[in-house]
């Protein structure tokens, strides 16, 4: 099984998906690639025709210039894009956190566009609301009772909770040979070390 394949080679099932079904967005070293194929070969497997699916490749957006930049160049040089994933924080339940000029473009004029070009957008919102967590009461630690009022720079429940929890939650819906696009420039080596394997940074590859 491929689970098998995963398992002699030392790397992701996904790894094993994206090597077999020839996903030119791959970055992996060239051993590992032989490794993977070699191994397929030995233990006489191969995806079977269900299996050989087209990857899905979506990208995370903030519609900031990076994540943008990073759609763009994906249009531009024939990447594979399914699907862009835009997460809005909510000031309450019927008012955006975004800068309002903001918000108007991402609206009024980026994802009208992107729709147009053929590339959906998937707008998530967490059921929880920035009112919500300043209201809010701390239930467990050292100020368990106490209210929360403003977040703490380095310490923000309102980026884990209202941001971070939909998209993982998004996330957990994906297949595992997803393929994700992230704005992360070439300028910034700390944040591309940290790139996942099923993470690719076009802005670096081009």
Known sequence: TIKDVAKAADVSIATVSRVLNEDKTLKVLPETKEKILRVASELNYSLKSKEKKKTPHIAACSFGKDSLATILLALEHGEPLDEVVYCEVMFDKRTSGEVPEHRAFIYETAIPRLEQLGVPVRVLRSDKTYLDLFAGTVTRGPKKGLRRGFPLCGHCYVQRDCKL?????YNRTLTPDTVQYV???????????RLQGDQVSLLEKY
């Open 165 to 169: 929890r939909p998209i993982r939650r």
């Open 183 to 193: 704005g992360i420039a070439s300028d910034e080596p700390v944040r591309l070390c």
